[in-house]
């Protein structure tokens, strides 16, 4: 198993902004896809965005302009600004088994942390 752990949530009002960090131990994660996934109550988990092996990174249109996605070796990162209350979500990051994002399978999954934007 390879741990991934997310920091960074909480609370914020519409059209703040908040980090997210996920530390990924055992391995490389710059050498990987990893992304970000978001789950709202009562609504199935969605991607929010990935980067590849390359630092390529794709985004949901949702999301586009608002959010950016990076990395470095050790952690994948998370910056969201202009939030609005459909951002609110249990947020969890996660690491593909090889380079490229296109059809992975994401296979190592951090334990979420939760964002809440108030109206």
């Known amino acids: 198993q390879v741990p991934l752990v997310e920091s960074g949530g909480g609370s914020v009002q519409a059209g703040g902004s908040l980090s997210l960090s996920c530390a990924a131990s055992g391995f490389t994660g710059s050498e990987y896809c990893m992304g970000w996934f978001r789950q709202a109550p009562g609504k199935k988990r969605e991607g929010v965005g990935n980067?590849?092996?390359?630092?390529r990174t794709t985004y949901t249109d949702s999301v586009k302009g608002r959010f950016t996605i990076s990395k470095d070796n050790a952690h994948l990162y998370l910056q969201m600004s202009s939030l609005k209350p459909e951002d609110t979500a249990i947020y969890y990051c996660?690491?593909?088994?090889?380079?490229?994002?296109?059809?992975?399978?994401?296979?190592?999954w951090g334990q979420g942390t939760q964002v809440t934007v108030s109206s």
């Open positions: 980067i590849n092996g390359v630092g």
């Open positions: 996660a690491a593909a088994a090889g380079l490229w994002c296109s059809g992975a399978r994401f296979v190592y």
